[in-house]
C-alpha cells in the first residue's frame, strides 16, 4: 500500500515506520527532521524492539509527494488551518484520508474539503516522544481504532485495519467512530489537562488521592457528555473509566503531548481537545463543570 | 490599650503599626524581623502615607510579653499546632483574642484552648506583603470585620471596633462572625487558589474572560455552601460576587498570601481555606465541585 503521512511528529512517524517496515512504500511529509532522515534514515527505539529504517522517502512539501492510496494524517490541530492544503496535493481518484489527530473536528473539516466518503478517522492509544532529529521513542501502548466518518462498515475500513495490524499496529475498525472518538476523550481530557496544566507527569498526579479522585470525576464528566451524543450504544462509565485508570497506571512517568507543548513553549491543541467537546457537550444541555475549569486555567497559560 | 501580636507578618505587622501609632501601647513577637525592628525600628509603606516608628516593643518568646488586654492573632494557620502555646502566656483574667487568620477553625482552636468566652474572629480586606526586615507594604484596603466567637452582640467588640477604627482601619464589629468568615472565603478561594495554582496575579487572572467566569463560577459554589450554615441572613450572591469583583479590579497585580507561600516555597493554607470549608460545604450536603477540583491540585505542589 501506497501511504503518504502528513505530520509527522511522534505519532506520524512511529506509525509511518511500522507501516514501512512492514512493507508498505511509505512517503513521509517532515518539517525538524527532514535532513536527518534523509541522511541517515529512521530510528525507532521501542520496549518491543528497536529498529532503524535506512532509506525513509521524506519530502518537505506534498506537491512532490504521491500518489498514495492512504494519506495518514497526524498534524498537530493546532495547524489545521493548513490541513486542507498540505492534504489537497496528495487526494488522487481513489485516495482515502485516515486523521489520527487529536480531538474533534478533525474529520469535519476533510470532509468539508474533500468530500465525506474520503474520510476516515482512528483514535491512537500511543505513547510516544520524538527524540533527536531522525529518532522516535515509542514507550507503550500503540492501538488504532479507526472508521469511516460516514458512521457506516466499509471493506476499505476493514482493510486498513488489517493492513496496521499486519505491520504489529494492533488495529480495529469500529462502527462508531465518534463513540472512539469520546472515549478517547475519557483520556485525554484529564490525563492531558492536567499534567499540561501542572507539569506533573502521570504517575505523579496518581500518587495523589486527591488528584485521582479529580480525574475519575473529570472522566465521569466526559462519559456524561459522550453518553448524550446519541451513540450506538452508551459508554459503560464504571468499566470504562476503571480500565483507562489501569492503562494510565501502567505507564511510568508519562507526559503526554498537551504537557509536553506547554513545557516546549508550543501551543496547546485546546481547541479539539476541549473546546469543540464542551460546545458539543453544551449542544446535548450537558455541562462539563470541572472541564470547563481546567479549560480555563489551560488558557490562561497560552 | 495594652495589645499583643502573636504572628507579626504582613498582616500583624500593619495593623500592629497602625495601632502603636495611633497611641496604643503594642508588643510584637517576632522572628525574622526581630533584629531589624528592634534596632531601627518598624517602617510602613502605604499609599495613604509612609510612615516610621522609631521605638517597637518586639520579643522572641511570649513568656517574656504582657500583660495584654487585646492578643491579635496574625499567625499563618499552617503554624496552628504552635497557636495555643504561643498565646497561653498572655492570657490573664481579662485578656480577649482576636483572630484574624485566614480561613475557618482559628476560633475553635482557640476557644478550645482558652474557653469560648474569651475569643473574637475577624477578617481583613488586607493587601499588604512584607518588604526588607522591618518593613511592611501596605498595598491597599485594611478594613476588618469582627464579633464574638459566641456570635452575641458585646460592648467588647464594639469597643474593639472603635479602637481599630480610631487607628484608621475601617472596623465594624458583626453579630454574625460565620457569616463574615465565610463572605471572606467568598473572595479567598478562588482568588488564592487561583492565583497560587497558576503563578499569576489577580490582574493577570481577570484579564482572561474564561479564569473570571470561572473565578464566578467558584465564588458562587463557596456562597452556595455559605448559605447552607444557617446564617443569620443569607448573603445576596449576585451582588455580593459583584462586589468583590469590582475590589478585585480595583487591585493592581495582587498577589495573594498563598501565590506568596507558593512562590517562596512554604506550605499553603489550604486546611483553613479549602479543607476545612469543603467539609463544612459537605456537612450540609453541598458539593463545591469546582472548589474540590482546585484544592486537589493545589495538594498536588506541597
Known sequence: ??????????????????????????????????????????????????????????FRNPDEMGPADLVLVGLKTIDNERLAELVRPLMQKNTAVLTL???????????????????????????????????VHHLGEGAVRLGEFSGKFS???????????????????????????????????????????????????LASPAVREQALALMGEVVEAANAQGLSNPIDGNAF???????????????PSMMIDRQEGRPLELEAIFGTPLRRAAEKGVEMTRVRLLEALLKLGE
Open 101 to 135: 489527530q487529536n480531538g474533534l473536528g478533525n474529520e469535519e473539516l476533510l470532509a468539508e474539503a474533500f468530500g465525506p466518503e474520503r474520510v476516515l478517522g482512528g483514535v491512537a492509544f500511543l505513547c510516544s516522544n520524538r527524540g533527536a532529529p531522525g529518532t
Open 155 to 205: 471493506a476499505r475500513a476493514e482493510g486498513l485495519a488489517a493492513t496496521f495490524s499486519a505491520a504489529g499496529i494492533p488495529c480495529q475498525s469500529v462502527p462508531d467512530l465518534v463513540k472512539a472518538r469520546w472515549e478517547k476523550l475519557v483520556w485525554n481530557i484529564p490525563f492531558n489537562g492536567l499534567c499540561a496544566l501542572t507539569g506533573k507527569t502521570t504517575s505523579d498526579l
Open 1 to 58: 500500500m501506497r501511504i503518504a503521512i502528513i505530520g509527522a511528529g511522534a505519532l506520524g512517524l512511529y506509525y509511518g515506520a511500522m507501516l514501512q517496515r512492514a512493507g508498505n512504500e511509505v512517503q513521509f511529509l517532515l518539517r525538524r527532521d527532514f535532513e536527518a532522515v534523509c541522511s541517515r534514515g529512521l530510528t525507532v527505539t521501542s520496549p518491543k524492539g528497536d529498529f532503524h529504517l535506512a532509506r525513509v522517502l521524506g
Open 241 to 255: 473509566c476503571a480500565r483507562m485508570m489501569g492503562l494510565t497506571e501502567g505507564m511510568d512517568r508519562y507526559r
